[in-house]
């Protein structure tokens, strides 16, 4: 299931190669790399700058993924909105995006893997997309500025998750692990054609 924004701009995208590469990853989670626009050089930054484009990978295994536009696998969607009550928060979904990714991991994978949220989560390098940033969720944006109430509900919203869920909960802006699938260099043609 591909939960997308609005604002998700995928017509240059490879779709077809983008579920390839998440189901390859055997991730629980997954979204595209992507750019993000905006007015100014402000709304153009991403929140998590790992989840820009490495021209060096395939796809990266990492320890969260922002709730923008992720493409779920089945059993994910009942841990979250049925077993997991206290995932949405009652404003926000703020923090979800901390959590998520160690919280499947633990329930769904098995030996290691259940340790690391990273192994549960997947930025598709191969299949980049672009953030609109239309802005446009009423409740949260007046003139494409985030209303100070809705943040408030958000970071309460953030907080709560975290003391729920310290072990699976991510603090910070974490960098990218370093679990990349390598793009290989293309073969090299002789000159003479051999």
Known sequence: VWALDEDADFTMTDLPA????????????AIPAFTQAGNTPAERTLTYKMQAPNRSCYYRHVPMIEVIFPLFRPAVLDLIFVKCPDCIGKNTVWGLDHIWCGYVANEL????????????????????????????????????KIQSVYAHMGLIDMAR??????????????RAAPDCSAR????EVAIDGS
């Open 18 to 29: 983008f579920l390839a590469y998440a189901s390859e990853s055997k991730a629980l989670l």
């Open 109 to 144: 994978l098995e030996g290691e893997a259940k340790k690391h949220g990273s192994r549960a989560c997947v930025v598709v390098d191969a299949t980049p997309m672009v953030h609109a940033n239309f802005r446009t969720i009423k409740e949260k944006y007046h003139h494409r």
């Open 161 to 174: 998750l975290q003391h729920r869920y310290p072990h699976h909960y991510v603090y910070g802006k974490p």
């Open 184 to 187: 290989s260099a293309p073969a």
